[in-house]
């Protein structure tokens, strides 16, 4: 059977190991556990191809325990018991070790199975998880646990995985390597911070190049091969989420640069719903009534851009960001409407004033009689000063003008009619 080429070069110790220098790094938390020799149960969580089966495998290897494998997209009950068993039988007299990949995919019930025996140490979990754990993981199994985020890693620290990836093919062909100025760095960034996707490509040129005489590989093939690649993006995951709260935050921020580059990642994903329906709920949360006008022009093209499709959507949605990143910002009208909220969770519905209900008829003992509902049209500037609030909170104030030439010029309106000061 032909062994992947990431498998074949997957490091063998700790310092082979490409990136995650924050945990794995001299004299850091959990190089220090894993040199300790006491391993403790663990919950390892990033995207994919960052090194966390490759840890994972490098403690079970060096941990003297019987190790045990499972995979969440296939694992059962009855596999987790049959692991439980070997605990009472020789094997499994110093512990096992339970390497289990993709924990999200147990339901509730397969992971509580393991809790007995992660309690009392028969069995050491070490689990790893591209979804957040917090989310996805049993709270009782993340309390028994130690989690450790492995970071994406940048095309720098890549460059070397990739470079003896190639150096590796050419000696199992024996042929001398010819490598065009620029495809190394090209295949680490286009395969954004994963080195198992980095190696695969690097297979992929191999198999496609013209070997000959010369294991030779060019940038175009690399092009080719890499396509898109770079994209580390799931619409149901952590990085969807990222990325449009960074939108919305660098927009509320006034930074049309950065405004624009979490756009173009949506864009560059084909993701543009996410990115209209969160440019229409800039509009109104962070641009507001400091420029009411940006509602329906971002409507105008969102519209155009669910027309129009890719590629020319990217058009009218980078005039929308740019627009809400350079307009004056105001969140009022979302600070009112929550407060008014929090006052009907308090309070609940109290009763409405007699003047604004819609009925022209009181009952028998009523205390005032008569609507006595005063019509601002029927008066100077088409306003009288009436109860418009239940009595109770006849004196609430939820809005407050904000700080911009929009609503200061209401301000100084309203101020004037009602004779305010």
């Known amino acids: 059977m032909n062994v992947p080429l990431a498998d074949r070069i997957r490091p063998k110790t700790l310092d082979e190991v490409v990136g995650q220098s924050h945990i794995l790094g001299k004299g850091k938390p959990l190089r220090r556990i894993i040199e300790s020799g006491r391993i403790p149960n663990m919950i390892f969580y990033g995207a994919s191809g960052v090194g966390k089966t490759t840890v994972a495998r490098i403690i079970a290897e060096n941990a003297g325990m019987k190790l045990c494998k499972l995979n969440g997209t296939s694992a059962s009950v009855q596999d987790i018991k049959d692991i439980i068993a070997d605990t009472d039988t020789l094997d499994g007299c110093n512990g096992i070790l339970l390497y289990l990949d993709e924990i999200q995919y147990l339901n509730k019930k397969q992971q509580q199975s393991l809790l007995e025996h992660i309690e009392n140490g028969r069995i050491t979990l070490i689990s790893s998880t591209t979804e957040n754990p917090y989310f996805y993981v049993y709270n009782a199994i993340i309390s028994r646990s130690t989690v450790f985020e492995f970071k994406p890693i940048s095309p720098s620290e890549v460059v070397p995985a990739i470079e003896r ?45 013209d070997a000959d005489t010369a294991l030779h590989v060019t940038l175009e093939t690399a092009k080719l091969l890499t396509q898109r690649s770079n994209m580390r993006y799931d619409r149901a995951g952590d990085e969807h989420y990222d990325t449009l709260s960074a939108l919305q935050k660098s927009i509320r921020g006034s930074d049309e640069n950065a405004a624009l580059h979490y756009a173009a990642r949506l864009l560059q994903t084909g993701d543009i719903i996410s990115l209209c329906r969160r440019l229409l709920v800039i509009a109104a949360e962070d641009i507001g009534l400091a420029y009411p006008m940006a509602i329906p022009i971002v409507k105008a093209c969102v519209d155009s851009a669910l027309q129009l499709g890719m590629p020319e959507a990217k058009i009218p949605l980078a005039d929308a960001v740019v627009l809400l990143a350079t307009a004056p910002k105001s969140n009022s009208g979302n600070e009112a409407i929550i407060a ?26 009523a205390e005032v009689a008569g609507q006595n509902y005063l019509y601002p049209h029927d008066f100077p500037n088409h306003w009288v000063e009436q109860q418009y609030l239940p009595d109770m909170l006849k004196d609430r104030v939820y809005y407050i003008y904000g700080e911009n030439k929009t609503e200061q010029a209401a301000k100084a309106y309203w101020d004037a009619i009602k004779k305010k000061k």
């Open 165 to 209: 990836a190639f150096k590796i093919c050419a000696e199992d062909l024996n042929l001398p390597l010819d490598i065009e100025d620029g495809v190394t760095e090209y295949i680490a960034r286009g395969c954004g911070g994963d080195v198992r996707k980095s190696i695969n490509t690097v297979e992929l040129c191999v198999l496609s190049s």
């Open 340 to 365: 008014a909220l929090k006052d009907l969770d308090k309070y609940g519905t109290p009763e409405f004033p007699r003047q604004l209900q819609n009925k022209h008829f009181d009952g028998e003992g």
